[in-house]
């Protein structure tokens, strides 16, 4: 209180205009606090999208690459070339995963994860070309992997914020295409290479119709589940409507083929008479357009977040430059107060101090003439 008291006018208001433009901005620098954050997580997102799209792939050739396995070793020379290509589209698969974790800059302890997992993908291939291993136990390794790599992709998704995602039409997308796809794909995986396997033996127990029976109800499960997030996403935003509603039904549809199929020739069959080759195809297409389909939301997925991000990123960019702009005029509105203020006060201060002024030579003038009547006075008395 005692420097307030010893400062003038102008220094008062400029120290009031200044703690008014503190509060102010405090709020504004919350704000863009939250939309930076906000930011920051998006970018984390955006980023670990692309490893887990490509981990994706690696499952889905480990897939093709169990099924081939499981008829190669219960004596289908026939799929010897085609194993070839798959182990083939399996080792680019790998390269690219390989790639996208290190740019999105996966932590030491997932990479890790994969660089194990990937070492085992090795020692299996290795296996089967030499035939060192009978066709259930193969798959039985086959399906620890897959199960190994989808853990690591959900360590993925929960790493880069993904399924903390807070948007509606992204949130039911990545639940779809990277939780419910993956479980849908591998359930029909398994059934491709257990009945690829019973098919080419030329016989199936009950065991195995049962083991298929719960495969296939999984399936109807997943691909349940799938669809409705799939559709809620839909329902929030019409674009993601636009580019998946149609191939969503087509996808539907050729599932519920390959699943009567299956039922028929496997479940229900007294004789098991449908080639493999043929069953292997049906199942084959059928888990290429779940994945096609799935990548092409993930697609979207990746440009809806890249769109939310340069949005978050213009929003603060005009944040702070509307702050910078309000602050200018602001300072420029309070020195204009300040003098229409002060200008005047020292107006009158001025004229205040003229006529003080010539009212003390007034009263200095007529003190004078007082003492000289006085004296006059005195001087003719005593004459």
Do not use: C
């Amino acid at each position: 209180m005692m420097l307030l008291n010893h400062m003038n006018m102008p220094q008062k208001l400029t120290i009031l205009t200044v703690f008014l433009l503190l509060i102010a901005a405090v709020p504004a620098a919350l704000y863009i606090n939250t939309v930076i954050t906000e930011l920051d997580t998006t970018k984390r997102e955006s980023a670990g999208t692309k490893p887990v799209i490509a981990l994706q792939k690696v499952v889905q050739f480990t897939q093709q690459h169990r099924a081939l396995s499981a008829a190669l070793l219960n004596g289908n020379e026939s799929v010897a070339s085609r194993l070839l290509e798959t182990q083939s589209e399996l080792n680019s698969a790998i390269n690219l995963l390989d790639t996208e974790l290190k740019e999105a800059n996966i932590s030491s302890q997932n990479v890790s994860f994969w660089s194990a997992e990937k070492q085992r993908i090795t020692e299996i291939q290795q296996a089967v070309s030499a035939r060192r291993l009978k066709a259930p136990e193969s798959t039985a390794q086959h399906t620890k992997i897959v199960q190994a790599l989808m853990f690591l992709s959900e360590e993925i998704l929960i790493e880069s914020n993904l399924l903390l995602d807070p948007a509606k039409n992204t949130y039911f997308l990545i639940n779809a295409s990277m939780l419910n796809a993956p479980r849908l794909a591998e359930n029909m995986g398994q059934m491709r290479a257990a009945g690829t396997a019973y098919l080419t033996l030329g016989n199936i127990n009950d065991e195995g119709r049962t083991k298929l029976g719960g495969l296939a109800s999984n399936v109807n499960q997943f691909s349940t589940e799938f669809l409705r997030n799939i559709e809620k996403s839909m329902h929030s935003d019409p674009k993601i409507k636009a580019a998946l509603e149609s191939r969503g039904n087509e996808m539907k549809a050729l599932v519920e083929k390959t699943l009567l199929m299956a039922n028929q020739e496997l479940l229900l069959a007294k004789e098991l008479k449908l080639p493999a080759t043929e069953y292997f195809a049906e199942f084959t297409r059928t888990i290429d357009a779940i994945y096609n389909y799935n990548f092409a939301a993930a697609d979207i997925l990746l440009q809806a977040l890249q769109s939310r991000q340069e949005n978050l990123q213009q929003t603060v960019y005009f944040m702070v430059g509307v702050i910078v702009v309000l602050l200018t005029l602001a300072i420029m509105f309070a020195v204009f107060i300040v003098r229409s203020i002060t200008q005047p006060m020292q107006e009158a201060i001025n004229i205040a101090n003229a006529i003080s002024h010539q009212t003390d030579r007034s009263h200095f003038h007529e003190r004078n003439r007082t003492t000289a009547a006085s004296a006059e006075s005195d001087e003719r008395k005593s004459g």
